[in-house]
């Protein structure tokens, strides 16, 4: 079983629709992350959080660290929001990330 | 400024060669890792500098692999011997600092092992 959680793997909405996406973790963690991976490979860190909940613009990130548990909203998704997100964590005291294998979002117009 | 860079952006190689790849890290920054990413998975951590010292290398596969960071800013990574299983983007990120600090990712090096 794989430390870091994501789901859905895959995702496809309309131009406009509220998503979310969720990440559980079974290890003690500092963090966590969210980025966001473009086609070629370029990651963009979109929240670092240890406690309850970011806005920035469109995006949201929730975490309840009890349930070791994530989520990654966003509101009014446009095609542009089409990449892969992945939550990352963590591990306690070291700098490393573990990281979930991604969710795949594709908005279409 | 300027971000993370890598080089190369692509690397094909023959399987049993030896490839360096490079990370140029944000000035300043003085924690800096390397994860590898396999098609269609996260990326893996492999190895965590902090300044010149590697303190954590638990992910790198095998003896195949070191990487070295001798001024405390660029970083190499060496792969000896190469298989087709290495085959993956490379990335690296830098950090101001190593414990809570966020990473910058680099644009990666995809490297193909024929």
């Known amino acids: 079983k794989n430390e870091v959680e994501q789901s859905p793997q895959n995702l496809t909405a309309q131009e406009g629709e509220f998503i979310t996406i969720n990440c559980s973790y079974s290890?003690?963690?500092?963090?966590l992350h969210w980025l966001q991976q473009h086609p070629g490979g370029g990651i963009v860190s979109l929240f670092m959080?240890?406690?309850g909940k970011k806005k920035h613009g469109r995006l949201i990130a929730t975490i309840n660290i009890q349930e070791k548990h994530s989520s990654l909203h966003i509101t009014a998704s446009h095609p542009r929001d089409s990449a892969v997100y992945i939550c990352?964590?963590?591990?306690?005291?070291?700098?490393?990330?573990?990281f979930g294998k991604g969710t795949k979002l594709s908005v279409k117009p | 400024g300027a971000g993370v860079s890598q080089t190369p952006s692509n690397k094909v190689t023959e399987k049993g060669k030896y490839v360096e790849l490079r990370c140029d890290p944000i000035?300043?920054?003085?924690?800096l890792y390397w994860y590898r990413q396999s098609l269609g998975q996260g990326p893996e951590f492999l190895i965590y500098?902090?300044?010149?010292?590697?303190?954590?290398d638990s992910g790198l596969p095998n003896d195949r692999f070191f990487a070295v960071r001798p001024e405390g800013s660029v970083s190499t990574l060496k792969i000896q011997r190469t298989e087709r299983g290495d085959s993956a983007v490379y990335l690296c990120?830098?950090?101001?600092?190593?414990?809570?600090?966020?990473?910058?990712f680099g644009p990666g090096t995809r490297l193909t092992v024929t």
């Open positions: 290890v003690g963690i500092s963090a």
């Open positions: 000035s300043g920054h003085t924690a």
């Open positions: 500098f902090q300044g010149t010292g590697a303190a954590d």
């Open positions: 990352a964590v963590r591990n306690g005291s070291q700098g490393n990330l573990i």
């Open positions: 990120a830098s950090s101001p600092s190593g414990s809570l600090a966020e990473q910058y």
């Open positions: 959080l240890s406690s």
